[in-house]
């Protein structure tokens, strides 16, 4: 009898995802397209197809074998031993009516052999830069422009990316024939199939130099320091990521550049706080102006002052706005409000004059 848990290399308490990994990493060595052992490969699909199969796995793990329902599901045509057969030499054998078979994840094939959902990029691209740019709250009031120091890949002075050494020639790469592309093909027991992929000789350029750069072997490019300026609109705020094409790494061989990811951080004021594109103070005012009211000057994050109308009677924590003197909105119209939380100036020390004309009010019921 047949041990699946060793042919899969697993124990009997191994968990579904662990009889999938088995598989998959066995099924890729011995596959026969790829040089593997079909006999290998064929008893590998058989322990696949019962220990992946919870009702299959109970039945092999109590009586050492699985019945199949069906009159002509006899010795040797269990399962996936009679579909694999048939299927491979493309006969009908292995495929009697009232036989059960059970067909193998084909997502995990296909990721054997093609890396199913890999995207094919372009190896001359230059990579992206991330930056983080740290700006005062004010700053963030108008548009403005920031000076930017960066380490990256930059164009050969030499060869002005091309990769040759300048006099030579440049000849179209033999593997793909200038197209920057080659095509494979992989026979597998469900047919042919066909793909196109980047040129590894010439990594998708289809050009070669005789006679690559001294200076940047061949790359095109050489690490240097470049400074950038670049916009920053107003309103951005901490967090927030701002795109700047081609201003990464430059590519290989006059390949496209990578582009210059800014990550805003926007450093605290120390005295307004801002809440989405308000922004909120607190504003002392003395006894006598919340009992009598008053007109008080306050500050506002430009630096210039507008007038603030103290009701008479005011309570300390009331709320004054003043509206469009907040946050522009980002890409928009308008600013958002500057609301002042009125707080009341309880002095620890009175002079000998305040406290008599305190307990004058005192006795006057206030």
Not at 186 to 215: D, H, M, N, Q, Y
Not at 327 to 348: D, T, V
Request: charge should be positive; hydrophobic fraction near 30%.
């Amino acid at each position: 009898m047949k041990d699946y848990y060793k042919i899969l290399g697993i124990t009997k308490s191994a968990s579904e995802e662990d009889v999938k990994k088995a598989y998959r990493k066995l099924a890729h060595k011995f596959h026969p397209d790829k040089g593997g052992d079909a006999g290998r490969f064929k008893e590998i699909s058989e322990a696949y197809q019962i220990l992946s199969s919870r009702d299959k796995r109970a039945q092999y793990d109590k009586f050492g074998r699985v019945f199949e329902g069906g009159p002509s599901a006899g010795p040797g045509r269990e399962g996936f031993n009679g579909f694999q057969w048939g299927w491979q030499h493309g006969s009908q054998e292995g495929f009697e009516e009232g036989a059960s078979f059970d067909f193998p994840d084909l997502g995990d094939i296909f990721e054997d052999f093609f890396g199913a959902g890999q995207e094919f990029t372009d190896l001359r691209k230059g990579k992206d830069i991330e930056v983080e740019l740290r700006i005062p709250l004010e700053a963030v009031l108008l548009r403005r422009e920031e000076r930017v120091s960066l380490s990256k890949f930059v164009p050969c002075s030499r060869c002005q990316g091309v990769g040759a050494e300048p006099g030579t020639k440049v000849s179209e790469c033999f593997s793909c024939r200038g197209t920057g592309q080659v095509q494979q093909i992989r026979k597998t027991v469900f047919g042919s199939f066909t793909r196109l992929s980047i040129c590894p000789e010439c990594a998708g350029e289809g050009l070669k130099p005789e006679k690559p750069c001294i200076v940047c072997k061949g790359e095109g490019r050489v690490r240097g320091q470049e400074e950038l300026l670049v916009v920053i609109p107003a309103g951005v705020d901490t967090h927030q990521v701002l795109k700047f094409e081609a201003k990464g790494d430059a590519g290989k061989r006059r390949g496209k550049n990578g582009d210059l990811y800014a990550r805003i951080s926007v450093k605290p004021h120390e005295r307004f706080e801002r809440r989405g594109d308000d922004l909120y103070a607190k504003v002392l005012i003395s006894i006598t102006q919340a009992v009598l009211g008053d007109e008080i000057e306050v500050p506002t994050l430009e630096g210039a002052s507008v007038l603030l109308q103290v009701l008479p009677g005011t309570e300390s924590g009331r709320v004054v706005k003043i509206q469009g003197k907040g946050i522009p909105h980002f890409q928009g119209l308008g600013r958002g409000n500057l609301p002042y939380e009125l707080e009341i100036h309880i002095p620890k020390t009175l002079s000998r004059q305040q406290k008599e004309l305190l307990e004058k009010l005192k006795k006057e019921g206030m």
